[in-house]
């Protein structure tokens, strides 16, 4: 913390950090955890400089901290912000102790005397005043207000004779402000006995009625928080958790845009924008609006526009991949497209006029084009609008992550609500669908478990249309023959159980368990979020791929099975034969699937399917018995039915021809798809399993490719050579061996810069160049020296992303992780 009092302590006696921390052994109830640097603070408080100690004062007495004193000296505070906690801890260091309070009295020990002050009310916070005061009665009878705030807000409301010590102020807070602190401003006002009566009254009055007492209690306040008296400024640091930039990081890479909305004053955010790596010094250009009119913020916007369109224009002439860039897919703006990167800042005053209707969808276009967007000043209501907007506009899922009461409206209004746990209190928490206590696990949250989610519900919808409509369409096609008379292909029991038993519980295995990429492997490779984002796994053609995967099922089991029965291969021609016979085969083929589509196998899986299939024999067995026959004579009617026709080799061939049938085009399907056109989950799993074969030495090298093209590319290297390539490019092939991926140029300088890095002659790096393509002949010739294991040079980000524009800026990094 950072304290500063005008007129008494100069901006030199703000020394952040002197070796020698405070010495507070004069204060028997001081916090002994407390640390301090600014001697001439201390000094100022033990000669007694008035403005010090009311500056003090005002710290121990403007507050809503509750204490608790277990033993004499031994004191405890309990508050709801820490902010609070932090500067009434620092009065008590100083030697003004918040001991008590009482409705009607605070207590303080003011240098080693015991004080008690009246008080008589208190003006409570909230984040459209974004102040607080108390009005006390000290112990010689005087009446004065002590207000604590944001500094924009008090600096209108001080008297005409502090407009000195503002500058002076203004310029300090400035400087917290850049440090990233968040600061406050302190004040008084003495009142006269008739003056705070009258207005005591009026705060009765307002405090009484029924309707808009918010907004009665907040004039009423308004009227005596005016002409006081600058006392100082605090500020506090705010640290940032473990992780954030980190996370910020990987979450950008993930394609999720992210907005900050925060309370603090501009300076301070912007400064918290740049530690958590939001913005950037490589930034193109960070625009600030900050009008305070409809005009002002219009125009500010429309040249923030109009600037990134220049930009497009400029930076398109001649590049093919800009015109690409200028033509966006349908349904997006033409400013989402726009290269370089721009950061918007915007006011909560200038913000106020951006969210109204005939302005809000110019706001969020700007701030959509931009890639990083930061809202300042903000009350709780405004970060809710700024949400409820998103979602308005944009086809967009919105998450709203928050520690503070403040948060609560806004993470009640977007898609998700994750509430930080932490020393806020629980309001955020109590509003949200998940909650943790560090802001950093919010990537595991998404690109893991979000992601797993995702696919499994995917998988799970596909499956359960699929096997249903394999189930149920056997019946249209058994329509033909029986003249649509209703009659079910199936026994009774068999339509009763397919669903709840047969079928049930390895679709919920997989809906639970399943996995395509590890969890690990998701947090490197944030890329693999997209086709969440992107609704790729699960959409009207994944719905129709589905359905007509079943309808095709349901063919195949009929008509196999009818052409056997029909040219009675079987010697067995009844209805009651075939309904066994399709059925297990059914039941077969969607065990089959359900196995293929599993990507992570459990022993839960393996009980589950192998289960369903027991369990399909044994209750088919069962029914089909004499014994249940004989006790039910009429519910069982397909006695002796599934010994008789399982009985016969030849339906046991139909069933595996049935079988084959459906799922050989299923597994070509996907080979081919695995082959010519793999998902990034894909070549993510081969390379697990490579990795997993070819058990590396432990060293893996990153090769991270900037091409003009803008691909970008991993290859790894085992200790015999380079294993594969993964590519977030377009046109990759999984069987393209990692050079290819790169122009013949960049990857020759590629090599060559691993040549360079170490001399030695690879066997494997020849194994390599055999898997070139003519595009990388230039390389093969070159990589037939190149040393496979780079020296360690330090680790590259999680995944590789950025791209240098034009083909002449082709770099390459390389990095060995191990
Ligand atoms: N207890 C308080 N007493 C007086 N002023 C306060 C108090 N708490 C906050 N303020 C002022 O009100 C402003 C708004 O507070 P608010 O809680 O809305 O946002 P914040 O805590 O600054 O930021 P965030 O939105 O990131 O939580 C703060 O920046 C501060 O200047
Ligand atoms: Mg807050």
Request: proline share 4%.
């Amino acid at each position: 913390m950072l304290c500063e009092v005008c007129d008494t302590l100069g901006p030199q006696s703000r020394v952040r950090q002197r070796a020698v921390p405070l010495d507070f052994s004069f204060n028997a109830l001081a916090d002994r955890r407390f640390v301090f640097f600014d001697h001439a603070l201390l000094e100022a408080v033990k000669v007694g400089q008035p403005a010090t100690h009311e500056f003090f004062r005002l710290l121990a007495l403007c507050h809503t901290v509750m204490s608790e004193e277990k033993s004499e000296g031994e004191l405890y505070y309990k508050a709801q912000s820490p902010d609070e906690g932090a500067l009434v801890t620092a009065a008590r260091c100083f030697g003004f102790v918040f001991r008590s309070r009482t409705p009607h009295t605070i207590t303080l020990q003011e240098m080693g005397r015991p004080a008690t002050y009246q008080l008589l009310s208190i003006l409570d916070f909230n984040n459209i005043r974004k102040r607080m005061s108390v009005i006390v009665r000290n112990p010689e009878g005087r009446i004065r207000l002590y207000c604590k705030g944001a500094d924009t807000l008090l600096f209108e409301r001080l008297h005409p004779c502090n407009q000195d010590l503002m500058n002076i102020t203004t310029d300090h807070l400035n400087e917290y402000a850049g440090d990233g602190l968040r600061t406050l401003l302190l004040a008084y006002k003495d009142l006269e006995e008739s003056e705070y009566e009258a207005w005591s009254e009026r705060l009765q009055r307002a405090s009484k009625a029924v309707d808009c007492r918010e907004e009665r209690l907040a004039a009423v306040y308004e009227e005596i928080e005016q002409d006081m008296m600058l006392l100082g400024a605090t500020a506090i640091e705010d640290k940032l958790q473990e992780g954030v930039p980190e996370t910020i990081a990987i979450l950008t890479l993930a394609n999720i845009k992210i907005w900050v909305l925060t309370g603090d004053k501009q300076e301070t955010a912007v400064n918290i924008g740049y530690s958590c790596k939001m913005l950037t010094d490589d930034m193109t250009e960070v625009f600030f609006v900050t009008g305070r009119t409809v005009h002002e913020v219009r125009e500010e916007l429309r040249k923030a526009r109009e600037k990134m369109m220049d930009s497009t224009r400029t930076l398109g002439n001649g590049f093919p991949y800009q015109q690409e860039k200028l033509d966006p897919p349908k349904g997006s703006s033409v400013l989402e497209a726009i290269p370089g990167e721009y950061a918007l800042v915007i006011n909560g005053h200038s913000l106020a006029h951006a969210l109204e209707a005939d302005m809000e969808l110019e706001f969020l276009e700007t701030a959509c084009a931009c890639k990083a967007v930061i809202c300042c000043r903000v009350t709780p209501l405004q970060k809710a609008q700024v949400v409820e907007l998103v979602k308005k506009y944009k086809r967009a899922v919105t998450l709203a992550i928050g520690d503070g009461a403040n948060d609560v409206s806004m993470i009640k209004t977007a898609h998700i609500g994750v509430g930080i746990s932490g020393q806020e209190g629980i309001q955020a928490v109590l509003a949200s669908d998940y909650t943790f206590s560090q802001f950093k696990s919010l990537q595991r949250l998404l690109l893991v478990h979000g992601r797993w989610s995702y696919l499994r519900m995917c998988k799970f919808l596909c499956y359960f249309f699929y096997k249903n409509f394999a189930f149920t369409m056997v019946h249209f096609w058994f329509g033909f023959f029986c003249g649509f008379s209703a009659q079910t292909v199936y026994d009774q029991y068999f339509i009763t159980l397919y669903n709840i038993v047969y079928t049930s519980l390895p679709v919920l295995a997989m809906g639970i368990f399943d996995q395509d990429v590890p969890e690990q492997r998701s947090l490197e490779y944030p890329k693999l979020y997209e086709p969440g984002q992107l609704n790729l796994l699960f959409n009207k053609r994944e719905f129709f791929i589905c359905i007509a995967q079943g309808i095709y099922t349901s063919v195949v089991l009929f008509f196999v099975s009818y052409g056997v029965f029909a040219d009675d291969v079987t010697q067995l021609a009844d209805y009651q034969s075939f309904a066994v016979t399709v059925a297990t085969s059914l039941v077969i083929v969607v065990s089959v699937q359900i196995a293929l589509d599993t990507g992570y196998w459990t022993a839960i899986n393996h009980f589950f399917i192998w289960g369903s299939v027991a369990m399909y024999f044994a209750i088919m067995f069962a029914m089909h018995s004499d014994g249940l026959f004989n006790i039910f004579p009429n519910q069982f009617t397909f006695v002796g039915n599934a010994q008789n026709t399982l009985a016969q080799p030849a339906v046991w061939f139909t069933i595996l021809l049935s079988t084959v049938v459906c799922i050989v085009p299923v597994v070509t399907f996907r080979f081919l798809k695995l082959d010519l056109k793999p998902q990034l989950s894909d070549t993510v799993r081969y390379t697990q399993l490579v990795r997993k074969k070819q058990k590396p030495q432990g060293r893996r090298l990153r090769i991270v490719g900037r091409t003009g093209s803008r691909r970008t590319g991993y290859a790894f290297s085992h200790q015999e050579g380079f294993g594969e390539l993964i590519t977030s490019g377009k046109n990759m092939r999984l069987s393209s061996l990692a050079l290819s991926s790169f122009t013949g140029r960049s990857s020759a300088s590629w090599i060559d810069t691993l040549r360079k890095k170490r001399g030695t002659e690879s066997p494997a790096a020849q194994q390599v160049s055999a898997g070139v393509s003519p595009q990388g002949a230039e390389a093969s010739q070159v990589s037939g020296g190149v040393p496979l294991a780079a020296p360690e040079t330090g680790a590259t980000g999680p995944a590789g992303g950025a791209s240098a524009p034009g083909p002449a800026s082709i770099t390459e990094e390389c990095a060995v992780k191990e």
